[in-house]
């Protein structure tokens, strides 16, 4: 146990005993504001027998797309770009020029989600029949596509009809 009327047996954390005051330590008072950080100078470690670090070695020049294959300006030894078109795309835009025609643009969503609907057909067909990259959701999502881009269209149709 500590003795409160020694001061190096005081702990400044723990809780004064009942009866007494409490006081916050008071803190030691500042007469100048302390020193700046000043980091030190950057040396490489000396080891024995360690050879100087040299500077790096200065490359060859590269082809201006050699870093980005495929970008702009890339030049021949850049990759080949990807597929424009595939079965997953072509079904994506079917569907949702599809779901468009039924509120907005009906003729021209509509032609758009029947054309790129048998087109994602078409292209998932020839790769089942290749063996690679047959996706039976492409084909239900161009079907879905086709259905609703001929709902559009014929829903301006009948609308044209009864409101004359």
Do not use: C, W
């Amino acid at each position: 146990m500590t003795d409160p009327s020694r001061p190096e047996d005081h702990n400044p954390y723990a809780p004064p005993p009942a009866g007494e005051p409490v006081v916050p330590p008071a803190a030691a008072p500042q007469d100048a504001p302390p020193p700046a950080y000043q980091p030190p100078a950057a040396q490489p470690p000396q080891y024995p027998g360690a050879p100087a670090p040299q500077p790096p070695a200065a490359q060859p020049p590269q082809q201006p797309g050699a870093l980005y294959p495929g970008a702009p300006g890339a030049g021949p030894q850049s990759a080949a770009p990807a597929a424009k078109n595939s079965a997953k795309v072509s079904s994506i835009i079917s569907l949702v020029a599809g779901a468009v025609s039924i509120f907005l643009l009906p003729y021209i969503a509509g032609i758009i989600g029947i054309g790129t609907g048998v087109t994602a057909i078409r292209m998932n067909n020839a790769a089942k029949n290749a063996g690679t990259g047959f996706n039976g959701a492409y084909t239900g999502m161009a079907i879905g596509g086709i259905a609703l881009g001929a709902l559009g269209i014929i829903l301006k149709l009948v609308l044209d009809i009864v409101l004359r």
